[in-house]
């Protein structure tokens, strides 16, 4: 049997000689595709002359085959590859995978392994006929014996070049090993996808922008293994989980199901282990994880080891240590497929193996799911303490489940607010309301003190959320405070103090009163991060001091806030919050290279979508707006807005929208962006203060960029004038220096006195542009631009650039002019988009016909070809020539082409 590469051969043991060049799937390596690095590394390696070739290592779906066929593509006419695979069935037998090769050799040529390694070498040189073999071998852990000796001496002897694919190389044959271990084999290891590598996949082979949620579930939930990737995806959108709209697909309402085509393939392989290696794989994925001794007590050691060396369970370097599975999603499906009864034994023997104090222990939500899965009774206490975990890791099915347990009146508060807790995790806040309504109705009127003041703590998160019903949040908590004080002396209420000062802090933040926040915490040490609560409040701390002016010393903090989050294992909720106010932080101060690092090295964690929260959706679309990418920030907001109609814990779904409204403007989507700027008048949630003055200044940019530019102006310049009387003069300054950039030179001075009072990068560049503006020196407006291109600011730099134009046109210099229109022109091709490039530079100074006169002359076009191409007369057009030259201040043709260089091939000329 005889086919390229390119096709997966049927069966065992087969091979497929051909000539690299013929492709069984046309156009298969024009197709982009991760990883190609990888590709380039298999190629070299395969190429250089050196050794014998290249081993991929990487577990089962992996990409292995891939990769390799892709390889073996490229290599050129000069090549023959003959592929093997070896199987299951084919490990059996002599010479298996090689079976179809040896078919055509004489019967005399097997009797011995040198004289069948003599024919095999005759055959392939006879079937090259000049050119380089390349020998894949597929599977190479499933060779036999004999064939992989076969496969090791063609190497040795240089008469192939070998690319192998195998799960591990412990498990290769040793002939094969050997090479590797002479340095003659290159190793070439494939791990997991990491989250860009699944994206950018799941793009290629779906078309269309995957939003962060439904790339980040299908990621967690294929643990980064490629064949898993592919079957879940196409698994999701059959089920309706992952969902396209207007050409983005985003996750829906429900979790990722682990069903079908995964489900087949994970069955298929626990059906290849022994009894005893099921056992332990199918308790560890019941259990979550065991400690070590534990398991050593209930599981033979032989069969751990050797789940172990194949990479399928993992021990932690804990004290005491745990075992695991190693892949979560293939736990997750085992787990599901084990039946009731065989459960319940698992259960039975993994408890008989415990210690009591260990069994005692065993409360983890997990844990307990396990032991009603088993038909066990769970005490109350239990129970909640599990709701309260679950909640805590954002798992609300589980918590709404064990709080159905729950059978008591001493639980009954606990319940209810875990149960709150739960439908607020899904923003289902009328069912966490009916929960605390009922629990009201239901509570006698000498309930305990600490149990009311839990409800009202609740109940003032609730009420800020909604703008109906925000103002009553402060009455609630002056009300918990009020009562507070008449508590009796003895009275145990340290803690309740400490939750109503955080929560208060909490309000003033989302309310945007941070002098209040400042006050309230005073007294706190910010170095000490030794607690969830302490890691919060510094967080607060830290906000407040960003948005009065203090950004250095705020984003100092912030970082040590952050890394004490990650590293002190808090509450999803808490770390989620604490990222977003950080990185809305970042973006608000202007550091979009710090934000965009925070936003990638927090996505290549494998932590579930719902620790990172909406920002998420959408910060790296808008460091990309500023960073001028704006085909690159359009549909990252567009799928975050799509997204954040979905699930928006942080009510970010309107800055999605503003932000996406700004970038569609910039890219001369009018209509889109006027669609969007319509939508936000219909939002029905309260977003926290900072984020909805980021909503705001992105409304107006978008507004002044739509043609509403006085009006824009005016609002601008308003808003900076609330918020710097509020105190919040890092958001004023934003708005400030938007009115400037936008062309209001009278604002030179106010946004000169403001950026004064904040320290940080963005307040020195805003200072440079408000003392270029006040003095119409376009020098120091081309120092702004440069600035504000070293922040990452391009739409910054394009309109200082813009304004060094009209100040160095308008004093007649016209060295500054040009330098100033090249810097233009620079920033505004980066951009691109109707709104930048050659018409934005030239529409405040020229005509449309003097720009079409222009753009021809600049080309090398004569006045005579000019005026036969615009039908109108020579001189009309040297009338025209001498406009333009006036107005950019030129004095050639030479010099026109090269203040308009970038542009000229690209214009519409009518």
């Not at 034994?345 to 997990?366: H, N, P, W, Y």
């Not at 003033?508 to 915490?521: K, M, N, P, S």
């Not at 952050?562 to 909720?573: H, K, L, Y």
């Not at 009387?725 to 400037?740: K, N, V, Y």
Request: glycine share 8%; aromatic share 4%; net charge negative.
């Amino acid at each position: 049997m005889f086919q390229h590469s390119g096709s997966l051969p049927a069966g065992s043991g087969t091979t497929d000689p051909v000539p690299s060049s013929q492709h069984s799937h046309p156009g298969w390596h024009d197709r982009p595709y991760a990883r190609r690095d990888l590709v380039a590394n298999i190629l070299a390696g395969l190429q250089s002359g050196s050794g014998c070739g290249v081993v991929l290592v990487g577990e089962h779906g992996a990409g292995k085959s891939f990769l390799a066929q892709r390889a073996v593509e490229q290599l050129g006419d000069g090549h023959l590859v003959v592929q093997v695979r070896g199987s299951s069935i084919s490990s059996k037998l002599p010479y298996g995978a090689l079976s179809v090769l040896l078919n055509d050799l004489d019967a005399s040529h097997l009797e011995h392994p040198l004289m069948v390694l003599r024919g095999l070498t005759q055959l392939l040189h006879s079937k090259a006929k000049g050119r380089r073999v390349v020998l894949f071998v597929d599977n190479a852990h499933d060779l036999d014996e004999l064939s992989t000796m076969m496969v090791a001496q063609l190497s040795a002897g240089g008469h192939v070049s070998l690319l192998a694919a195998c799960v591990d190389l412990p498990n290769v044959g040793g002939d094969i090993m050997g090479l590797w271990k002479d340095d003659m084999l290159r190793r070439v290891d494939l791990g997991p996808f990491d989250f860009t590598e699944t994206a950018t996949t799941l793009q290629h082979e779906y078309g269309g922008h995957f939003s962060h949620a439904a790339a980040r579930a299908l990621w967690n939930a294929s643990g980064g293994n490629a064949l898993f990737l592919h079957s879940l995806t196409r698994e999701q959108i059959k089920l309706g989980t992952i969902v396209r709209q207007d050409g983005t697909w985003i996750l829906g309402d429900r979790p990722v199901s682990l069903t079908g085509e995964i489900r087949d393939v994970v069955r298929a392989r626990l059906n290849r282990l022994s009894s005893g290696q099921r056992d332990v794989f199918e308790l560890l994925s019941l259990a979550g994880s065991v400690p070590l001794q534990t398991l050593m007590n209930v599981a033979n050691s032989q069969d751990m080891d050797a789940l172990q060396e194949r990479g399928m369970i993992r021990v932690s370097h804990d004290h005491p240590p745990t075992v695991s599975i190693a892949n979560p999603v293939v736990a997750s499906i085992v787990a599901s497929v084990v039946p009731p009864g065989r459960s319940a034994e698992l259960r039975r023997r993994l408890g008989a193996g415990m210690e009591e104090s260990e069994r005692a222990d065993a409360a983890g939500s997990k844990e307990v799911a396990w032991a009603l899965d088993c038909g066990e009774e769970v005490r109350p206490g239990r129970a909640l303490s599990a709701a309260k975990m679950a909640n805590d890791e954002s798992d609300p099915t589980a918590a709404l489940r064990f709080i159905q347990e729950i059978d008591g009146q001493e639980s009954m508060v606990g319940a209810a607010i875990e149960s709150a807790r739960a439908h607020l995790n899904v923003n289902n806040e009328d069912s966490a309301r009916r929960v605390l309504q009922v629990l009201g109705h239901t509570l006698e009127k000498d309930a305990e003190f600490a149990d009311w003041a839990a409800i009202e703590f609740l109940r003032a998160e609730l009420d800020k959320r909604q703008p109906a019903t925000a103002a009553q949040a402060g009455a609630r908590l002056l009300e918990i405070g009020r009562r507070l004080e008449a508590q009796p002396r003895e009275a145990n209420v340290a803690d309740l103090r400490e939750k109503l000062r955080s929560a208060s802090a909490e309000l003033a933040v989302f309310e945007g009163r941070y002098q209040d926040v400042l006050t309230i915490f005073a007294d706190v040490d910010t170095c000490d991060l030794g607690s969830e609560r302490k890691i919060v409040a510094a967080s607060l701390v830290c906000e407040a001091m960003a948005a009065t002016g203090d950004v250095l010393a705020a984003t100092a903090l912030g970082r040590e806030v952050m890394a004490a989050a990650v590293r002190s294992g808090i509450s999803d909720t808490s770390i989620r919050q604490i990222r977003c106010r950080f990185l809305l932080l970042l973006l608000l101060c202007g550091k979009f290279g710090e934000a965009s690092a925070c936003l990638a090295a927090a996505a290549a964690t494998a932590e579930p979508q719902a620790r990172l929260g909406g920002i998420f959706e959408i910060g790296q679309g808008i460091v990309d707006l500023h960073r001028g990418l704006l085909s690159e920030a359009l549909p990252k907001l567009q799928a975050g807005l799509l997204q954040l109609k979905v699930q928006d814990h942080e009510s970010l779904w309107a800055l999605a929208t503003s932000a996406g409204a700004y970038a569609a403007c910039l890219q001369g989507e009018e209509d889109k962006a006027e669609a969007m700027l319509s939508a936000l008048g219909k939002k029905d949630a309260k977003g926290a203060w900072i984020a909805e003055r980021m909503t705001r200044y992105y409304e107006l940019s978008a507004r002044a960029e739509l043609g509403q530019r006085t009006a824009a102006i005016r609002f601008l310049t308003a808003e900076a004038d609330i918020d710097e009387a509020a105190g919040a003069l890092s958001t004023g300054l934003l708005f400030l220096s938007a009115a400037a950039r936008l062309g209001d030179r009278q604002v030179g001075q106010k946004l000169a006195g403001l950026a004064t009072q904040v320290n940080g990068r963005f307040a020195a560049l805003c200072l440079r542009l408000a003392e270029g503006l006040k003095k119409s020196d376009s020098e120091q407006l081309l120092g702004a631009a440069k600035d504000a291109e070293e922040l990452g600011h391009t739409i910054f730099a394009r309109d200082a650039a813009r304004k060094a134009v009209s100040c160095a046109h308008d004093a007649g210099n016209r060295i500054s002019l040009r330098i100033a229109q090249r810097m233009q022109q620079s920033v505004e091709d980066r951009i691109g988009g109707p709104k930048n490039g050659l018409h934005s530079l030239t529409t405040s100074t020229l005509t449309a016909r003097e720009i079409e006169v222009a753009v021809r002359a600049a080309s090398g076009t004569s006045n005579r070809k000019i005026a036969e191409q615009i039908h109108v007369s020579v001189r009309t057009v040297e009338g025209h020539l001498y406009q333009v030259y006036a107005k950019l201040h030129v004095a050639s043709r030479a010099e026109l082409k090269e203040v308009m260089s970038g542009p000229v091939d690209n214009v519409r000329l009518g």
